[in-house]
């Protein structure tokens, strides 16, 4: 079991993997509890307002490690391909190849939908707006860039929930393979 002297981020990192694991609505106190190793009045000290602040705080160790890591990829130098063939490979390790399921899905139905989808919302639109800025540069026009900025990651959630569903990887490792050809097709 960790040991009680966690950090609030270490305690985040932990609750971001039950959530991931139980879904936001599945994921109780207890088994929150019981996966940072912290008692519930542990966890209400480092998150007073208790369940949505813990799933904010995962939402913020995705939104740094998105901003650190990922991001990035898609506003560097290198030529929109290999931007776009980079930003699916990086999305597809945090997805560990479509073994893991997408806090956009599992935050933005039932209960959860009312404390973070207005997050998600911007989240997503951000990042379409980043990678349609890549097509741009690729030489489509601004509203079809945008189109195929939504429809890729429309393919990379929808490929995520089918594996899912299959409980084989496969169809989201070949999907997402296959997302920066497809965007960047005449």
Known sequence: MPAPSLSREEVAQILLSEFRRSGYEGASLSSLSAATGLGKSSLYHYFPNGKVDMGRAAMEVVGQWMREKVLPLLTSDAAPEKRLKRYFAAMSDYYD????????????????????????????????????????????????????????????HGALVVSRAQGSTAVFARVVRGIPEMLLAP
């Open 97 to 156: 190849k479509g073994a893991l399921p997408c806090l956009t899905d599992l935050f933005t139905i039932g209960e959860a939908a009312g404390y973070f989808q207005q997050q998600f919302r911007q989240n997503i639109g951000n990042t379409i707006k980043l990678v349609a800025a890549v097509l741009e540069e690729a030489g489509f026009a601004p509203a079809e860039a945008v189109r195929r900025a939504e429809d890729g990651l429309v393919m990379m």
